[in-house]
């Protein structure tokens, strides 16, 4: 199926901790994104990454760290998790001077 | 700085009742987008609004887009339960060139009850 998968899909984990989501696409688009939606559903742009080169990275604390091996794959990496990062964690990508987001299907991070 | 404004933010309708949810947004931008989230789920892309004027029909739901007032409007047509979600409007922030990313409104938490 061509679409834009996250693993994991949950994640608990203590305060303190370093975790990773991954997230792939398989849509050949050039540009990956990470959104944050909070517990109140706001959604909103952290990092965007054109051709694995970072492009946006909208005032998100240096404990967030996107890394990019290649233009179908972006991970973020989260160290010394704090209660405040508990929210869902969508990648998305899309394709330059064209039009349409795919969204993946999201991940639920947790902090204990 | 762009900003998105939506309003309601909360709508509880009964069924087979006609609504609108609009969308403003602050600054110049070619592409509008409306997606519906579930509960627990992913972003569903439900339209694409790219020109003044652009209006898109999907079963009960019409969008429609002004450039010059800057605003779109989700109309939902004898709504039904199973319309029942989050509207998200998102505008589209270009960086230079092609380059741009979401900039979403606050979501429109729509409860249909019978």
């Known amino acids: 199926d061509t679409a834009v998968s996250q693993t994991p899909k949950y994640l608990v984990t203590q305060m303190g901790n370093d975790k990773s989501i991954k997230c792939e696409q398989n849509l050949g688009h050039d540009t990956m994104y990470w959104y944050k939606q909070d517990s109140k559903k706001f959604l909103k742009i952290m990092f965007s990454y054109n051709n694995k080169e970072l492009i946006i990275n909208e005032t998100v604390p240096n404990r967030f760290s996107p890394k990019s091996p290649d233009k179908a794959h972006l991970n973020l990496h989260i160290n010394s998790l704090e209660l405040g990062d508990s929210a869902v964690y969508f990648c998305?990508?899309?394709?330059?001077?064209?039009?349409?987001?795919?969204f993946g299907s999201g991940t639920r991070l947790t902090v204990v | 700085e762009l900003k998105v404004e939506q309003n309601p933010l909360f709508l509880s309708m009964q069924e087979g009742k006609n609504y609108t949810i609009y969308c403003n947004y602050s600054t110049t931008s070619d592409r509008l987008y409306w997606y519906r989230q579930d509960p627990g789920k992913s972003l569903e892309s439900l339209f694409v609004?790219?020109?003044?004027?652009a209006v898109k029909q999907e079963g009960r739901l019409m969008a429609s887009l002004d450039t010059k007032a800057r605003l779109s409007t989700l109309h939902i047509t004898a709504a039904v339960h199973d319309l029942s979600a989050t509207y998200f409007c998102?505008?589209?922030?270009?960086?230079?060139?092609?380059?741009?990313?979401?900039?979403f409104g606050k979501g429109t938490k729509l409860s249909v009850k019978p």
């Open positions: 998305a990508s899309s394709q330059v001077a064209a039009y349409g987001y795919t």
């Open positions: 609004l790219l020109s003044n004027g």
């Open positions: 998102a505008v589209d922030k270009k960086y230079g060139g092609s380059q741009g990313n979401l900039i």
